[in-house]
T-cell receptor
Framework: EDQVTQSPEALRLQEGESSSLNCSYT??????LFWYRQDPGKGPEFLFT???AGEEKEKERLKATLTKKESFLHITAPKPEDSATYLC???????????FGRGTSLIVHP | GAGVSQSPRYKVTKRGQDVALRCDPI?????LYWYRQALGQGPEFLTY????????KSGLPNDRFSAERPEGSISTLTIQRTEQRDSAMYRC???????????FGDGTRLSIL
């Protein structure tokens, strides 16, 4: 069974304090790994797709990386507006059904 | 608007009633997914369509749940004889094809009294 585990469950940072969120996965044949941001009361908003180990994607203060077992979402010098829940999802094998992790709730204090 | 639209945003109904939740995907998106999301959890897959064809319904909890997308655009998730355990946030997402990132609606909050 495909498994996606995100850590930590919750993270509090001071503004400007860089950190990383982890998404580890156990799947057969990764098709793609997706990162989403979810604000309270809203649906998840797409951030990045990664397809193969070694791939990296960047957007403003966010950078996503991928290895054969896990992905990291690095947040550099975060701002309070980066506060949200970050979700990771994987598609694997012959399936186009994404399996989501439980998310990491990030709070950035001014 | 160009995003995924779900209606109603909130639905409160009595146990035993049938409910229909609607999803209007982004125009031109082939794939449409239905999820259920509990508080503090990621979305849990229910079913998905490519065009009008239901590709997988393995996530539907039981035969009270059904979904359709008759013209390959708008989709309806129907729950018959609702039970309190059906209370949840139901989310719809669409994507250009089924191996591309999904765009989510803001969901329907269903409460069964």
């Amino acid at each position: 069974e495909d498994q996606v585990t995100q850590s930590p469950e919750a993270l509090r940072l001071q503004e400007g304090e860089s950190s990383s969120l982890n998404c580890s996965y156990t799947v057969s044949g990764l098709r793609g790994l997706f990162w989403y941001r979810q604000d309270p009361g809203k649906g998840p908003e797409f951030l990045f797709t990664l397809y193969s180990a070694g791939e990296e994607k960047e957007k403003e203060r966010l950078k996503a990386t991928l290895t054969k077992k896990e992905s990291f979402l690095h947040i550099t010098a975060p701002k309070p507006e980066d506060s949200a829940t970050y979700l990771c999802a994987v598609q694997a094998g012959g399936s186009y059904i994404p399996t989501f992790g439980r998310g990491t709730s990030l709070i950035v204090h001014p | 608007g160009a995003g995924v639209s779900q209606s109603p945003r909130y639905k409160v109904t009595k146990r035993g009633q049938d409910v229909a939740l609607r999803c209007d995907p982004i125009s031109g998106h082939v794939s449409l997914y239905w999820y259920r999301q509990a508080l503090g959890q990621g979305p849990e897959f229910l079913t998905y369509f490519n065009y009008e064809a239901q590709q997988d319904k393995s996530g539907l909890p039981n035969d009270r749940f059904s979904a359709e997308r008759p013209e390959g655009s708008i989709s309806t998730l129907t729950i018959q004889r609702t039970e309190q355990r059906d209370s949840a946030m139901y989310r719809c997402a669409s994507s250009p094809t089924d191996n591309q990132p999904q765009h989510f609606g803001d969901g329907t909050r269903l409460s069964i009294l």
